[in-house]
């Protein structure tokens, strides 16, 4: 695909200055920018690439005023880093419009769908499913029965939502992805076997959910697995049965949540987190990486550690644990004095 300078600057509400004419057909940063693409200046370190760089447009702010002759054409906009972001909203838009059924593929007679439907090569989509407009699957998908998607919703390939799971409007599931496989319930027997607890329930992903690569949700043993409206997930995470995340909330990747836990809205927890079963989490908490949480959370609580501590506690205590050589050797020294005095 390719769009002129004029174009660009239609969608982004900018002035040109240079060739209106030019045409880009890709993306790419400015000290690495070549011919027919386009890039953006928005930090002041960047600014010495704009006069090498041969990105054939730039998207800057319309206080940019170069010191030097420019090869690039400029497009003039009030904010180049929210501008440049936008486009980049704008190009996935263009680039992901799919429409039409690829085959092979497996629909059943029961499943409906809306219009500007997409659905790729070899993927699957089972009884009564009933699937909304501008739906984007993509190949090597498979939709278990029952399940319920809204609109504007991306599958991406090879991603797996089994039955009974409910997606709302504009979701986005990565590749390889996996929604509402069996939660982990098993209960021991008197000769130490395990008998699997069947797993009943389902997961609900409210609007504007993300899902990453790689990230497994399972479903409840009875009622849902429930992620609310604006819930983004990293890659390679693991969302236990009947665990609840609030509103807005963000986890970062290979972070894993225990059954049945409730996390508040507006959290951010960061990467290879461990969460235990039968918590609660409040709103607003901030988790450091990989620490290890194994009690309830209050709202607004930051934490770090394994197990975690307040976050201000942690740094104070690794302080101390840095010096822990230190402080056994004056011990020891101060022991061995005081047996010599003894003497």
């Keep these: 695909m390719k769009f002129t300078a004029t174009q660009i600057a239609g969608i982004l509400e900018g002035e040109v200055e240079g060739n209106p004419q030019i045409a880009v057909h890709k993306l790419s940063k400015i000290e690495e920018g ?60 263009v680039k992901n419009n799919k429409v039409g059924i690829e085959s092979p593929c497996f629909i059943s007679e029961s499943a409906s769908y809306g219009e500007g439907f997409y659905f790729g090569a070899f993927s699957y989509l089972g009884n009564n499913v009933k699937i909304g407009k501008d739906v984007k699957i993509y190949p090597n998908v498979y939709i278990g029965d029952n399940v319920t998607m809204g609109d504007n919703v991306f599958v991406f390939a090879g991603a797996k939502i089994y039955s009974e799971s409910i997606i709302g409007d504009n979701c986005v599931i990565h590749s390889g992805a996996i929604i509402g496989a069996d939660g982990f319930g098993f209960t021991p027997n008197s000769n130490g076997e395990y008998s699997k ?27 849902s697995t429930i992620l609310r409206k604006g819930v983004k997930l990293d890659n390679q995470i693991q969302i236990a049965h009947n665990v609840e995340i609030g509103e807005n909330t963000a986890i970062a990747a290979q972070t894993g949540v225990a059954g049945s836990t409730k996390i508040g809205k507006n959290c951010l927890i960061g990467g290879q987190v461990g969460i235990v079963g039968h918590i609660t989490i409040g709103d607003r908490v901030k988790i450091q990486a990989q620490s290890g949480i194994g009690r309830n959370i209050k709202d607004d609580e930051v934490l770090q550690g394994s197990p975690a501590l307040n976050y201000g506690d942690y740094n104070k205590s690794y302080v101390h644990f840095k010096n822990l050589p230190k402080l056994v050797n004056q011990i020891s020294n101060l022991e061995k004095k005081i047996d010599s005095e003894q003497d």
């Design 34 to 93: 070549e011919k027919g693409s386009l890039t953006f200046l928005a930090n002041p370190k960047y600014t010495s690439y704009i006069y090498s760089t041969k990105a054939s447009i730039t998207i800057v702010n319309k206080d940019f005023i170069p010191e030097q002759d420019l090869s690039t054409t400029l497009i003039k906009v009030d904010d180049a880093y929210k501008s440049f972001s936008k486009l980049l909203e704008y190009y996935n838009q």
């Design 197 to 223: 607890v069947p797993q009943t329930g389902n997961v609900v992903l409210e609007d504007n959910v993300d899902v990453g690569a790689g990230t497994t949700i399972d479903r409840a043993t009875l009622g």
